[in-house]
């Protein structure tokens, strides 16, 4: 009993110093706070993991509508309105403005293109939002089919029509209707 006494006794002595090293280590000043700040260890793996995890478990496999010519080029005026200032339009050289200044940086779409990723899985991201980075969650702004077109644009990104196309040059951009 006295042996197994020790044994608790040891195992909440060391339960309250990570409690407590972890309320000093926040109070000290030196969690990163500052989006500008660089990330704590395993601060990337460790959000990516938990948000594959989620995505595996929750995005749908199959969109309800087809990438057709019509669906594509709504998904890119969609695209230019929500999503061009941060991601960027297809040849253009440098980030957009405000998007230098973000952390984590919000990939520039067309560059690196997300075609290889399942169309679902980008849906999954423009409706929920990728929690802790600057990626909105359009569930509340975007209509659930709107929301299907710019996925099927990101997945068809290598192969658009000229329609599309035309929408996604930075003259054509400005001048989309709100
Ligand atoms: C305010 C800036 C902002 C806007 C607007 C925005 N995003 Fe994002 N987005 C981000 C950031 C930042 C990330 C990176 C998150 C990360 O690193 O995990 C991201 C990530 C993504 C990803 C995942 C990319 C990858 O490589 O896995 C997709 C897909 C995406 N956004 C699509 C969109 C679409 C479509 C829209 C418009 C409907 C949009 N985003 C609007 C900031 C934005």
């Known amino acids: 009993m006295k042996r197994f006494m020790t044994f608790l006794f040891g195992i909440i002595f060391c339960l309250a110093a990570i409690a407590v090293g972890g309320y000093?280590?926040?109070?000290?000043?030196?969690?990163?706070?500052?989006?500008?700040?660089?990330?704590?260890p395993f601060e990337k793996r460790i959000a990516g993991?938990?948000?594959n995890a989620k995505i595996q478990a929750e995005a749908p496999k199959d969109a309800?509508?087809?990438?057709?010519?019509?669906?594509?080029t709504a998904g890119a005026q969609i695209y230019a309105v929500?999503?061009?200032?941060?991601?960027?339009?297809?040849?253009?050289?440098?980030?957009?403005?405000?998007?230098?200044?973000?952390?984590?940086?919000?990939?520039?779409?067309?560059?690196?293109?997300?075609?290889?990723?399942?169309?679902?899985?980008?849906?999954?991201?423009?409706?929920n939002g990728i929690r802790l980075t600057g990626m909105p969650s359009f569930s509340k702004s975007l209509s659930d089919t709107q929301m299907w077109q710019v996925s099927l644009l990101m997945a068809h990104a290598d192969k658009l029509p000229d329609q599309a196309k035309a929408v996604l040059t930075p003259n054509a951009a400005a001048t989309v209707k709100k």
């Open 82 to 127: 929500n999503c061009a200032f941060c991601h960027g339009l297809p040849n253009q050289t440098a980030a957009p403005t405000a998007a230098k200044g973000m952390f984590p940086v919000p990939p520039q779409l067309f560059e690196h293109t997300v075609t290889d990723d399942p169309v679902g899985e980008t849906y999954w991201k423009v409706a």
């Open 49 to 51: 993991m938990a948000l």
């Open 24 to 40: 000093l280590y926040v109070r000290s000043g030196h969690m990163p706070v500052a989006t500008s700040a660089p990330p704590m």
């Open 64 to 72: 309800p509508i087809q990438p057709d010519e019509p669906n594509l």
